[in-house]
């Protein structure tokens, strides 16, 4: 139950949900574009956060988990797979301690199960200061609304959106009892900026949704006078080289932006964790601090226009990156 990407038809869909690095996401906008090309990390706190990631047992969750496990954090994995947590508790476990790492078996769109992983996390880490959504799917299904399974449809909003909401609810309500309060990422994708996804419409209508949930969620925690000690922000990976997205480079044009567009996930893991670290730290000082004002959301975004952009120019021009992923069936899909 990891975060999906998928095949899209046109470059715009592609770069949908990826624009800025670090910048103040205003309520009630869509996230505003940034040109800057800093790849540098900031420079990292010596303190260790308490993290919990959902559907972190493969691909970006994991790379994300593993990342934070480096950095000197401890970190609750989840799935809905309780096999698949074992074994990647195991695995990390193996490499970072015993005492760093634990896994939760929770099916983040059931409210039950959203309340036991909070719970559950808070046990193991004493203080929840991170929380990731990361959890989401496309039910591995690429194609026509008017042809998808309503089971399917159904998997799709629950997951992505449903389950969003929940681990917000829950984490958020953890975060405001704590002396140094907390902060939640949702994971945005493809259809964020609300451009259109062809062959997976539930999945980018549900992560259309995720700007305006951040925002509305954010302006209830001012509005509760708690904004000074928990927030709600988005991470946006750009495109992953997961199980999801790999399912849906059957077309020339997905084979063609995946090979060009897509990274492996510890590419932008290593982007966006050092930035989530920093934005705690600082969030932190402020919620302990004697004048404590509200925190502003913040949109963290790996892939920016101007590197797809980029990225597109140097594949026309000089056959960059063809055939880096999967195999191509042309130079150029739209001749």
Not at 104 to 119: M, T, Y
Not at 172 to 178: C, K, N, S
Not at 279 to 290: C, F, I
Request: glycine share 8%.
């Amino acid at each position: 139950m990891e975060k999906a990407s998928g095949g899209q038809q046109r470059a715009c869909v592609w770069c949908a949900s990826s624009s800025s690095s670090s910048e103040p996401a205003e309520p009630a906008e869509h996230p505003r574009d940034e040109t800057g090309l800093d790849d540098s990390a900031p420079p990292q706190p010596s303190r260790s956060f308490g993290v919990v990631i959902t559907g972190s047992t493969k691909g970006i969750g994991l790379a994300m988990a593993r990342t934070h496990l480096a950095l000197g954090d401890r970190v609750v994995i989840n799935s809905r797979d309780a096999d698949r947590v074992q074994a990647s508790v195991a695995e990390l476990k193996a490499e970072f301690g015993d005492d760093n790492v634990s896994g939760v078996a929770a099916n983040v769109s059931l409210a039950q199960d959203a309340k036991l992983l909070a719970k559950e996390a808070a046990e193991f880490l004493g203080e929840i200061d991170v929380w990731v959504n990361n959890a989401g799917t496309n039910g591995y299904y690429y194609g026509s609304l008017l042809d998808t399974d309503t089971d399917i449809m159904s998997e799709i909003i629950e997951t992505n959106l449903l389950g969003s909401m929940l681990c917000c609810r829950e984490a958020l309500a953890v975060m405001r009892d704590q002396e140094g309060g907390g902060l939640v990422f949702n994971m945005d994708g493809a259809g964020s900026s609300g451009s259109p996804t062809p062959r997976f419409a539930a999945y980018g209508a549900t992560k259309a949704a995720i700007p305006q949930l951040t925002s509305s969620i954010s302006a209830e925690l001012k509005s509760l006078d708690i904004a000074d000690k928990v927030s709600v922000h988005t991470l946006s990976p750009g495109m992953v080289t997961t199980d999801l997205l790999m399912a849906g480079a059957d077309t020339k044009v997905s084979k063609f932006f995946i090979n060009i567009l897509a990274e492996t996930p510890d590419k932008p893991a290593g982007f966006l964790v050092p930035r989530v670290r920093s934005l705690a730290a600082e969030a932190q000082e402020g919620a302990r601090g004697m004048q404590r004002k509200p925190q502003k959301s913040v949109y963290i975004k790996f892939l920016t226009d101007v590197k797809a952009y980029s990225a597109m120019m140097r594949r026309v021009l000089l056959g960059e990156n063809k055939d880096r992923y999967v195999p191509e069936d042309s130079y150029l899909p739209f001749l």
